[in-house]
């Protein structure tokens, strides 16, 4: 599933890039680049919210022509793509969060009850990855407190790598980001001199001209780079409190299972 939401994020952001690229062609670029945020400020003042609407989604259209359809598409990519990884994770770990206190509190009455095997059924009906770890914990008691607290171990490393699965990818969107950015900066500034140099004299217009449209994939870059980072230092505190979640519930149940086989 999770596979057919990044292709076809990765679809829609290539079909706007060709429509990027198509109103390009058909813009006046010296009318585009004459236009300035006051402008922008005084056209959204007494209109309505729809119509305000729309004069920001122009402008929007218009810095990301601006900008360079190419920098600024791969740069709206990694930001979907991101994104959509970003909100997976998010999911699955909203899903793998339990209750562990009262899950403890059930596989113990199970346990001085009706044993091991109604331990085990209660882990198996119960999701997240701190229910498996236990599962594989209980599976192994018969053969010793400390096979089974090597099983929760082993056990718990699997589950850990199931939480921090596709987080190397928004680090990698986050750091190629600002890059792109720097990049289209750098080719923008080289486009300016080259417009200098058949100019044959230094224009204020065109060296103006020049920087604020290299700058956009600049600013842009960063703007995806931190939304991005918000949502991983978001997912990665998720994990650690997993992660210390299992770690105390682990220990408790060893020490379950360590009463239990005294009996």
Known sequence: MMKRVLVFMAFAALLLIGTAQTSQAQTDQTATTTATTQQLSDQTQGTTPVE?????????????????AGFMGVILLCLI????????????????TTNTEKLLEKIEK???????????????NTRGPVASIFYQGLDRAHEGVEMAEKSVVAYG??????LEKNLSWISLFIAIAPM???????????????????????SA????????????????GLIVAIILQVFYNYLLTKIDGISNQMEDSSITLIDML?????K
């Open 81 to 96: 793509l991101g994104l959509a990884i970003a909100i997976e994770r998010i999911i699955y770990l909203n899903l793998a």
């Open 110 to 124: 199970a346990l001085n009850e009706e044993g091991v095997d109604a331990a085990k059924e209660i882990c198996r």
């Open 52 to 68: 305000a609407e729309k004069v920001l989604h122009k402008e929007i259209k218009r810095l990301f022509i601006e900008g360079g």
């Open 180 to 202: 792109l950015g720097f990049l289209g900066t750098v080719i923008g500034m080289i486009d300016a001199f080259d417009a200098i140099e058949q100019a044959g004299t230094v």
């Open 157 to 162: 490393g699997v589950q850990m790598g199931l």
């Open 205 to 220: 217009t065109i060296v103006a001209g020049g920087i604020k449209v290299a700058l956009i994939t600049t600013v842009t």
């Open 258 to 262: 360590a009463k239990y086989n005294q």
